[in-house]
């Protein structure tokens, strides 16, 4: 079973707009939540993170939202950029002594010219 | 300073050939990950070690599958008798502590033919 979703295989936004990549868990027991970017041929890239005690955490151009009773986080990014076109995953951990991330499938964002 | 880095960066195998994945993490970080990527799929953990032992091997898929970390820097993971659905990117990351962010190279693309 799929712990972690990302209902949306892509995502095409304009240049200058908002981007916003959605994420959905089934583990209340998850605590910590990240993002991760990955182009072609590289490993994935840490991105932000977010704590369950908290609903918003933001860096730059980057907000993270959580909604802990809907189980669903979402990563804005405002304005968006060509360089912003890459595959978007979303990673969920559990209670504080796990390590492993549980990764979604991804997202994959076009941001156009 | 250097990320993590992986070798080779693609290998291609016969069906029931032995090959061994070479990851170096980032200095000083004592936590090491293995995560397998599948086409389409988000990266689904393997193994991990705190130093020189395996702390939680519950993600390797079967007894072909090892693991080592002899000094607590650089780690092999090795597959026997590789076979087809063995095909994936096999990632590393390193983390300064299992409580930290994972940092990932950029991967072993592992096709078996």
């Known amino acids: 079973d799929q712990q972690v979703k990302q209902n949306s295989p892509s995502l095409s936004v304009q240049e200058g707009r908002i981007s916003i990549l959605n994420c959905d868990y089934t583990?209340?027991?998850?605590?910590?939540f990240l993002w991760y970017k990955k182009y072609p041929a590289e490993g994935p890239t840490f991105l932000i993170s977010?704590?369950?005690?908290?609903d918003k955490n933001e860096d730059g151009r980057f907000t993270v939202f959580l909604n802990k009773s809907a189980k669903h986080l979402s990563l804005h990014i405002v304005p968006s950029q060509p360089g912003d076109s890459a595959v978007y995953f979303c990673?969920?951990?559990?209670?504080?002594?796990?390590?492993?991330?549980?990764f979604g499938t991804g997202t994959r964002l076009k941001v156009l010219a | 300073g250097a990320g993590v880095s992986q070798t080779p960066s693609n290998k291609v195998t016969e069906k029931g050939k032995y090959v061994e994945l070479r990851c170096d993490p980032i200095?000083?970080?004592?936590?090491l990950y293995w995560y397998r990527q599948s086409l389409g799929q988000g990266p689904e953990f393997l193994i991990y070690?705190?130093?020189?032992?395996?702390?939680?091997d519950s993600g390797l898929p079967n007894d072909r599958f090892f693991a080592v970390r002899p000094e607590g820097s650089v780690s092999t993971l090795k597959i026997q008798r590789t076979e087809r659905g063995d095909s994936a990117v096999y990632l590393c990351?390193?983390?300064?502590?299992?409580?930290?962010?994972?940092?990932f190279g950029p991967g072993t693309r592992l096709t078996v033919l």
């Open positions: 990351a390193s983390s300064p502590s299992n409580t930290d962010t994972q940092y």
């Open positions: 583990n209340s027991m998850f605590d910590y």
């Open positions: 977010i704590s369950s005690i908290k």
């Open positions: 990673a969920a951990k559990g209670f504080s002594g796990t390590y492993k991330y549980i």
């Open positions: 200095s000083g970080h004592t936590a």
């Open positions: 070690f705190q130093g020189t032992g395996a702390a939680d």
